[in-house]
């Protein structure tokens, strides 16, 4: 699996943007850029994916280099309940694969 | 919003005992897996599960784990004989296309 490199920890002040970055300079052509977070004592929770384009949902931003080696999970407003370990992942285009899962980066959120 | 759960919610067993988590993925999903996660560690992949049979496994999941999908909707991690080092929290999850939804994880403590 192509490997992903995250700082280990980030801070942000509540309601303010936050950009957590992901390097991944081995990526392959079909390989898709998914971003995971595990709230405390809970499991994963799906946050957005890509492939090449820049992607929007209700949680987040992703924003995806040109040259795809690198990729930027933006939280427009980040809020207490953002305060999790976020996970970038990369994976195959094959529906079923399993996600490998780094350290990610853990990320607080200060009131 | 449909949602994967898992009982119970944490399991205390002494080495050497059988212990039987349990999980029901969401009812039109078609992957179901199992990862765990030691204390302070990252999320470990151990099976993953399609159409009746495992498609993929990890190292850890040696002859002392199983998998069963008894019926239509549970889906079933046996550990056969737990040692300490089997401590940890498991977590089930399972998709029908690329997005892996994740259950809360059943702690599992071996004394």
């Known amino acids: 699996d192509a490997k992903t490199t995250q700082p280990n920890s980030m801070e942000s002040n509540e309601e303010e943007p936050v950009h957590l970055p992901c390097n991944h300079s081995t990526i392959s052509g079909t390989d898709y850029i998914h971003w995971y977070r595990q709230l405390p004592s809970q499991g994963p929770e799906y946050v957005i994916h890509g492939l090449t384009s820049n992607v929007n949902n209700r949680m987040a931003s992703l924003a995806i280099a040109e040259d795809r080696k690198s990729s930027t999970l933006i939280l427009h407003r980040a809020t207490l309940r953002d305060a999790a370990v976020y996970y970038c992942?990369?994976?195959?285009?094959?529906?079923?694969?399993?996600?490998?899962f780094g350290k990610g980066t853990r990320l607080s959120v200060i009131a | 919003e449909p949602e994967v759960t898992q009982t119970p919610s944490h399991q205390v067993t002494q080495m050497g005992q059988e212990v039987i988590l349990r999980c029901v993925p969401i009812s039109n999903h078609l992957y179901f897996y199992w990862y765990r996660q030691i204390l302070g560690q990252k999320v470990e992949f151990l099976v993953s599960?399609?159409?009746?049979?495992?498609?993929?496994k990890s190292e850890i999941f040696d002859d002392q784990f199983s998998v069963e999908r008894p019926d239509g909707s549970n889906f079933t991690l046996k550990i056969r004989s737990t040692k300490l080092e089997d401590s940890a929290m498991y977590f089930c999850a399972s998709t029908r296309a690329d997005t892996q939804y994740f259950g809360p994880g059943t702690r599992l403590t071996v004394l």
């Open positions: 599960f399609y159409n009746n049979e495992i498609s993929e």
């Open positions: 992942i990369l994976r195959g285009p094959v529906w079923g694969t399993p996600l490998v």
